[in-house]
């Protein structure tokens, strides 16, 4: 799987709270420092990069969710 460049990601893609499945999170987040260590699937304070304007269409949310 090939890394997404900050600068690249940004410009077509925004970050996705509560969506990620476990293992499956973008970055660093709730404590961790690398993706792919999320530990269970949707929680609030993981993240993904999905395309723009699609985050609220699949139940996520653009700012981390509180526990």
């Given at each position: ?7 690249a ?11 990620a499945?476990a ?17 269970m699937?949707?929680d ?5 990069f ?5 985050c ?6 653009l700012?981390p969710?509180?526990?």
């Amino acid at each position: 799987m090939a890394a997404v460049s900050a600068p690249a990601a940004a410009a077509d893609k925004e970050k996705c709270y509560g969506i990620a499945q476990a293992g499956k999170n973008d970055c660093a987040a709730n404590g961790h420092s690398c993706a792919g260590q999320a530990k269970m699937d949707k929680d609030g304070a993981e993240w993904k990069f999905v395309a723009k304007g699609s985050c609220t269409k699949m139940n996520g949310t653009l700012e981390p969710m509180k526990k």
